[in-house]
C-alpha cells in the first residue's frame, strides 16, 4: 500500500484544489480554506469534513493563531499542506 501512496496525494490534491479563475466559485455543501504556513493554498473541501475530530483539531489551532480576522479573508489553517493533503485524504477514503 506504500507504493500507491503517491498517487493518493496527487489524486488528493487534483480533487481539493480549485484550479479555477474565478476565486469566488465554491460548490455546493463545499467550503473554501487557505493552507500553508508561508505561502497559502486555496483547497475546496466538503462541509461534512468539519464535523471530524482530526478536522476540528486543525480549525481549533486556526483558532487560536487567528481568532476570527483571516488574514486571506477566508478561512485560514496554519498547517502544513503536505499534513492537510494527507488528513483530507484520509476522511475522503471513510
Do not use: W
Request: some cysteine.
Amino acid at each position: 500500500m506504500g507504493i500507491r501512496l503517491p498517487s493518493v496525494i496527487l489524486h488528493a490534491k487534483q480533487v481539493l484544489k480549485l484550479q479555477s479563475r474565478n476565486q469566488t466559485d465554491v460548490p455546493k455543501g463545499h467550503i473554501a480554506v487557505y493552507v500553508g504556513e508561508i505561502q497559502k493554498t486555496r483547497f475546496v473541501v466538503s462541509i461534512s469534513y468539519l464535523n471530524h475530530p482530526s478536522f476540528l483539531d486543525l480549525l481549533n489551532r486556526a483558532e487560536e493563531e487567528f481568532g476570527f480576522n483571516h488574514p486571506m479573508g477566508g478561512l485560514t489553517i496554519p498547517c502544513n499542506e503536505d499534513a492537510f493533503i494527507d488528513l483530507t485524504s484520509r476522511l475522503h477514503a471513510c
